[in-house]
């Protein structure tokens, strides 16, 4: 089990209630897409902004294909709009 740690920010937070939201996923859960999966399953509300937020590990953007970050923190950025 790997604990993952999901920080979310704008509309995000308002959808699921909380700023950060945590949970435990199984061992053959390697990348970050695997681990969104995870969290749009187990959050709905959340599966149809998933695909739009950047994901942002420490102070780097990360791929969803590349692997979960060593600390298991994600922080999920949706799009922002406006000018």
């Known amino acids: 089990m790997i604990p993952i740690t999901f920080e979310l920010y704008a509309n995000l937070e308002r959808l699921a209630g909380t700023r950060e939201y945590g949970m435990t996923a199984p061992a053959g859960v390697r990348t970050v897409g695997e681990a969104l999966a ?35 923190r994600i922080a999920l950025l949706p799009p922002v709009a406006g000018g």
């Open 38 to 72: 995870l969290l749009a399953t187990a959050r709905p509300e959340l599966a149809g902004s998933l695909e739009r937020c950047a994901c942002v590990s420490g102070d780097t953007i990360v791929r969803r294909a590349d692997p979960l970050p060593a600390d298991g």
